[in-house]
C-alpha cells in the first residue's frame, strides 16, 4: 500500500473537527481556524513539494532541504515529510522569538504576490506571532 503523501491524498482533504480550509494564493490548501490563545487565525497551507514554484523556477531539486533553503522568511521554514513521519524545521527562529528574511530572492517574489514591502510584511508577521522583527 503506497504511503499518504501530500501527492496522493484527496483533491478534497478532509478537515479536522474546527479547522476550515480554502485555497491559498498559490493554490495550495490552506487550513485555518481562530486560536484559542491569540485573535490571529491559525494558518498551514500545504501544497506538494513538485508543485513549489521556486524550486521549479530555480531548476533545483525538489527536495524537503531545498524548499527550507527557498523559503522567504525564516518562521516559514517548517516542513513535515509525510512519508517518514518526520518534522523538519529551522527552529531558531521560534526559540528566538524572531522573523527574519530566510531567502532574499523568494522574499521579492512573495512581495510582489502579496503587492507589500518587504518591511510591512517582516513587520506584519512579527505582530501575528508577537515576535520581533529583524529588518
Not at 34 to 44: A, D, Y
Not at 55 to 73: Q, T
Request: net charge positive; charged share 25%; with cysteine.
Amino acid at each position: 500500500m503506497m504511503p499518504k503523501t501530500v501527492e496522493t491524498l484527496q483533491t478534497t482533504p478532509r478537515v479536522f473537527k474546527g479547522w476550515e480550509m480554502k485555497r491559498n494564493t498559490f493554490g495550495g490548501v490552506k487550513l485555518f481556524r481562530k486560536s484559542p490563545f491569540r485573535e490571529q487565525m491559525v494558518t498551514i497551507d500545504i501544497w506538494k513539494l513538485r508543485k513549489h514554484e521556486p524550486c521549479r523556477r530555480d531548476h533545483v531539486e525538489y527536495s524537503i532541504e531545498n524548499f527550507l533553503k527557498l523559503a522567504p522568511l525564516t518562521v516559514q521554514s517548517i516542513a513535515v515529510d509525510l512519508q517518514n513521519g518526520l518534522v523538519r524545521r529551522v527552529i531558531n527562529a521560534l526559540l528566538n522569538r524572531t522573523v527574519a528574511v530566510n531567502h532574499k530572492a523568494e522574499m521579492a517574489n512573495y512581495c510582489r504576490v502579496c503587492n507589500t514591502t518587504l518591511e510591512e510584511l517582516v513587520m506584519k508577521k512579527a505582530g501575528e506571532y508577537n515576535f520581533t522583527p529583524i529588518l
